[in-house]
């Protein structure tokens, strides 16, 4: 399973294709608080703002495919104060100050936040993927993490920088 994130590489055809990939997978090792999902087959709900080609790699990358008994559904949001349902928060905005007050309106525990906005890990977002040359890097905030009651495997971690902002 870790093998899926050894091989991707971006090319500016299919970045966000490639960028679906490493998120898709890297949903497989995340643990939800107790109560997240109402039942075994409940689905992860990925919702988006401001990207809908990352939106629609994600659907293409999920289709057909399961995460043991869930399937990942996505959906477009405007407003952080609207994820209820939500599971991982992608916040697709390139403007710093615009991602920096999408993250303070997100009060709902249980949401992995992700972006690709340079310097997201330290304005208290999870997971920051980032374009290196050809390469998606992965770097995790465990604080923000914790923060939002989530556990991300230990296998995982091996794998990606970790920073504690």
């Not at 928060?89 to 309106?105: E, K, T, Y």
Request: aromatic share 6%.
């Amino acid at each position: 399973m870790l093998a899926a994130f050894s091989g991707l590489r971006a090319q500016p055809l299919n970045e966000y294709q490639a960028k679906a990939s490493y998120l898709y997978n890297f949903i497989k090792f995340v643990e939800w608080p107790e109560g997240a999902f109402p039942t075994a087959k409940t689905p992860v709900v990925v919702c988006v703002i401001e990207e809908k080609l990352l939106q629609r790699s994600l659907e293409e990358t999920a289709r057909g495919h399961r995460l043991e008994a869930r399937t990942v559904v996505t959906r477009q949001v405007h407003d952080a104060r609207r994820v209820d349902g939500c599971h991982v928060l992608f916040i697709g905005s390139r403007d710093p100050p615009r991602v920096a007050s999408i993250l303070r309106q997100l009060n709902s525990p249980g949401v992995l936040t992700v972006s690709e906005v340079d310097g997201f890990t330290s304005m208290g977002g999870a997971v920051n993927l980032r374009l290196e040359g050809l390469r998606i890097r992965l770097v995790i905030n465990t604080s923000a993490v914790e923060l939002q009651q989530l556990r991300i495997s230990p296998r995982l971690m091996g794998l990606v920088r970790v920073v504690r902002e």
